[in-house]
């Protein structure tokens, strides 16, 4: 979904750059934006379309903690989109976060993400706008989603000044109506036990990708129990 035609609604905002500043104008367009694309997802139920039909994006973040309102910060963003359980390889999504403070040593060991990184990405607010576009109105996917909607969250409200609105589907919904017995729920046991290779671990892109392999399979054994739509699963889920 493109940003500028939004834009156009805003002239009256963008006439008073020179009173108000580039960049709080900015940060208010960017706000419309968002409000604009919220506004639009009130009109899309995603909750009854098949899902094999259904279209996601799986997201990873990698975070320099589990705590944002403790001052813990985004470093990068990554994505990919899914149609049904089919990956569309060349629809991707992925950016840095810029920051001019230091990656703690044990974040940069895991993540590979150094400060030097960081210092030359694009501000977070500007990376999130990107991102939205990406996704438009589709429905998120992602693994153990608390961390990844946490961080939503408290950013939205911090920079653009409203809520996250967008669904996030937890994978774990699925893995626990299929096998509910099943302990092994990090994503380096679940690949292990799919045989799907771990590549590219704890990098927002890579992590998202090995995510969406895992939904697609579990989009399959949801479906033989009987799960045909999101609806479904939530009702399956809410009964375990």
């Known amino acids: 979904m493109a940003f500028e035609p939004f834009l156009k609604i805003f002239k009256g905002i963008q006439s008073r750059q020179s009173l108000i500043g580039i960049s709080e104008t900015q940060n208010l367009q960017q706000?419309?934006?968002?409000?604009?694309?919220?506004?639009?997802?009130?009109?899309?139920?995603?909750?009854?379309?098949?899902?094999?039909?259904?279209?996601?994006?799986?997201?990873?973040?990698?975070?320099?903690?589990?705590?944002?309102?403790?001052?813990?910060?985004?470093?990068?963003?990554?994505?990919?989109?899914?149609?049904?359980?089919?990956?569309?390889?060349?629809?991707?999504?992925?950016?840095?976060?810029?920051?001019?403070?230091?990656?703690?040593?044990?974040?940069?060991?895991?993540?590979?993400?150094?400060?030097?990184?960081?210092?030359?990405?694009?501000?977070?607010?500007?990376?999130?706008?990107?991102?939205?576009?990406?996704?438009?109105?589709?429905?998120?996917?992602?693994?153990?989603?608390?961390?990844?909607?946490?961080?939503?969250?408290?950013f939205c409200n911090k920079l653009f000044k409203t809520s996250f609105k967008h669904r996030i589907v937890d994978t774990s919904f699925l893995l626990k109506i299929v096998e509910p017995n099943f302990q092994k729920y990090t994503l380096d046991e679940l690949c292990n036990y799919h045989h799907i290779p771990i590549e590219n671990r704890h990098h927002a892109l890579g992590d998202a990708k090995m995510t969406a392999e895992i939904w697609g399979i579990y989009i399959d054994k949801v479906q033989m129990l009987g799960c045909k739509t999101l609806h479904d699963v939530y009702h399956r889920f809410a009964s375990l």
């Open 31 to 154: 706000m419309a934006y968002l409000r604009n694309l919220q506004q639009q997802m009130l009109n899309e139920n995603v909750m009854y379309v098949p899902l094999d039909e259904l279209k996601v994006v799986v997201f990873d973040i990698e975070t320099t903690g589990f705590y944002p309102e403790r001052g813990d910060r985004i470093l990068s963003i990554g994505a990919t989109k899914m149609h049904g359980k089919k990956i569309l390889e060349q629809e991707l999504y992925y950016s840095l976060v810029f920051s001019d403070l230091p990656v703690p040593k044990e974040v940069e060991e895991l993540t590979g993400i150094t400060a030097e990184d960081t210092k030359v990405a694009s501000p977070l607010s500007d990376v999130l706008i990107k991102f939205f576009q990406f996704i438009g109105n589709t429905p998120l996917v992602a693994h153990h989603s608390n961390h990844e909607r946490s961080f939503m969250q408290h």
